[in-house]
Each structure stands twice: as structure tokens, then as C-alpha cells.
T-cell receptor, first 114, second 117 residues
């Protein structure tokens, strides 16, 4: 899988938007961009994924650069419950017939303060 | 809907002891995975299974064995525990159809915290 680069940590104030960046300059045309987050003492949970177009769901938005070499996870109004480690992961759509083994880096630790 | 359930939540072992970690999922998923997470690191895949009766090695399989006798259960065994196996273990599952399209969404359990003294 292609590699991703994320900042080690970020801080945000509660109820403000948060933009979590991810660089993936070696992304291939068949790589999906996935985001997971891991709350303290919990297992990772799926947040959102996309291929080329921006995506929105109830948890977050994913903005994908036109050249797909970077993406940004957007939390529109951060709450204390959003404090977690956020992982950006690439998955190759052509890996059919095999289990998709997610490769987790160290992610971005988001701190949310009052 | 419980999702993915791991038992036990915590365990302390002495070096050389054996134990089995149980993972159960109620989503009828074909694929199941075992990961370990060491302090300050991301998750690393130990073993995985693409269906009942089948298992395969992941990134760090040494010292572990697995079995998938029933579709809903995936067991991780440590035959002779070592201090290097002190870690948090996570089980996950995913749907096969989504898998083949790489729209892989894995559902994780809450983890088992294991200490080997």
C-alpha cells in the first residue's frame, strides 16, 4: 500500500472546525482513502472514505485534492468526544479476493480543549 | 446489535503460560482479523481469516496461532507467552462483498489488554 504522512498531533478548541491533513503523494489511481479514529482505550472505528470526490457523512467530511496527493478530514464542530488518534489509510481497489489488511501508521492525536 | 465482542478484557500471564483470546461477531462477516498495538504505535496485523476453516499469516504471526471453526468466532492462542507479547490485542471483522470493492470497512472490538510478566 502507498504511504501516508500525518502530523503527530493537533489541538482544537471545542465547537470549532478541525482540519486534519494527510499527504499521500504516491497514491495510485485505484487507491481509496480511508479514515479511522481511535478513542482512548477503544478499538479503531471507521470514519469515512473516498476515491476522488469530496464525501460527507454524519461524522465528518473528506476533502480530496484534485491531484489526489493529499486529503483533509474535516470535523465541523469538534467536541471533547472527538479527542482521539485519527488514521489516514490507503486501500487498493484492485486487491480483490484477498482480505484488506489495513496498514495503520501512528496517526494524528487530536486534543480538544474547552 | 453487539458488533465485535472480545473476551477477556484484561489478563495477566506469567512467562510460559498459555491462553486463548476469543473474538465473536454477530454481523455475519466473512473476514476476521487479529491486530496487536504496542504503546505509541499503530496496529499491526497478526493473523486473519477469509472464511470459516481458513486462516492466514499477517505481518507479525510468530508466537501466535489462530482458529476459525465457526464463522462468527476467531480465536487467538498464545502457546507459551513471552514478555514481548505484552500488548493490546484487537479483533476486527469486515464484510466480504464490500471487501472485494476495496470499500473496506473494518469493525473493531474494544480490545484485550494483556500483560506477560
Amino acid at each position: 500500500d502507498a504511504k501516508t504522512t500525518q502530523p503527530n498531533s493537533m489541538e482544537s478548541n471545542e465547537e470549532e472546525p478541525v482540519h486534519l491533513p494527510c499527504n499521500h503523494s504516491t497514491i495510485s489511481g485505484t487507491d481509496y482513502i480511508h479514515w479511522y479514529r481511535q478513542l482512548p482505550s477503544q478499538g479503531p472505528e471507521y470514519v469515512i472514505h473516498g476515491l476522488t470526490s469530496n464525501v460527507n457523512n454524519r461524522m465528518a467530511s473528506l476533502a480530496i485534492a484534485e491531484d489526489r496527493k493529499s486529503s483533509t478530514l474535516i470535523l465541523h464542530r469538534a467536541t471533547l468526544r472527538d479527542a482521539a488518534v485519527y488514521y489516514c489509510i490507503l486501500r487498493d481497489v484492485q486487491m480483490t479476493g484477498t482480505a484488506s489488511k489495513l496498514t495503520f501508521g501512528t496517526g494524528t492525536r487530536l486534543q480538544v480543549t474547552l | 446489535n453487539a458488533g465485535v465482542t472480545q473476551t477477556p478484557k484484561f489478563r495477566v500471564l506469567k512467562t510460559g503460560q498459555s491462553m486463548t483470546l476469543l473474538c465473536a461477531q454477530d454481523m455475519n462477516h466473512e473476514y476476521m482479523y487479529w491486530y496487536r498495538q504496542d504503546p505509541g504505535m499503530g496496529l499491526r496485523l497478526i493473523h486473519y481469516s477469509v472464511g470459516e476453516g481458513t486462516t492466514a499469516k499477517g505481518e507479525v504471526p510468530d508466537g501466535y496461532n489462530v482458529s476459525r471453526l465457526k464463522k462468527q468466532n476467531f480465536l487467538l492462542g498464545l502457546e507459551s507467552a513471552a514478555p514481548s507479547q505484552t500488548s493490546v490485542y484487537f479483533c476486527a471483522s469486515s464484510d466480504r462483498d464490500r471487501e472485494l470493492l476495496a470499500k473496506n470497512i473494518q469493525y473493531f472490538g474494544a480490545g484485550t489488554r494483556l500483560s506477560v510478566l
